[in-house]
């Protein structure tokens, strides 16, 4: 699977943004496509995930309530939906797809889309 992520951007505190990921294709019936995230000089932390089939989501405890993850099965899309950003959301968002029992281990994840800065100051 390839994917591309676009969206990001700089945003106030308090603000929005979506991002988005378009996989070229999505076959497997067990495959989760997600968001991780990195700041400088810290490790890959998981964001969020969904199933592609059923839609079941998945939230780490620090966006949940925040942000919001759906997909456009259609247009082999996912978006990850961020309100009421906060300046520690300031990261490079990557968008990642593998099978299911995989995450949230990044190492066991077998495609990476590009990364796209998120940055979030006054």
């Known amino acids: 699977v390839q994917l591309q992520a676009s969206g990001g951007g700089l945003v106030q505190p308090g603000g929005s943004l979506r991002l988005s990921c378009v996989a070229s294709r999505v076959t497997l019936s067990r495959e989760g496509v997600g968001w991780f995230r990195q700041a400088p000089g810290k490790e890959r932390e998981f964001v969020s995930m969904i199933s592609w089939i059923g839609g079941i989501k998945f939230y780490s405890d620090a966006v949940k309530g925040r942000f919001t993850i759906s997909k456009d099965n259609a247009k082999n899309t996912i978006y990850l939906e961020m309100n009421s950003l906060k300046p520690e959301d300031t990261a490079v968002y990557y968008c990642?797809?593998?099978?299911?029992?995989?995450?949230?281990?990044?190492?066991?994840?077998?495609?990476w889309g590009q990364g796209t800065q998120v940055t979030v100051s006054s």
């Open positions: 990642a797809a593998g099978d299911t029992e995989a995450w949230p281990r990044p190492e066991r994840l077998a495609s």
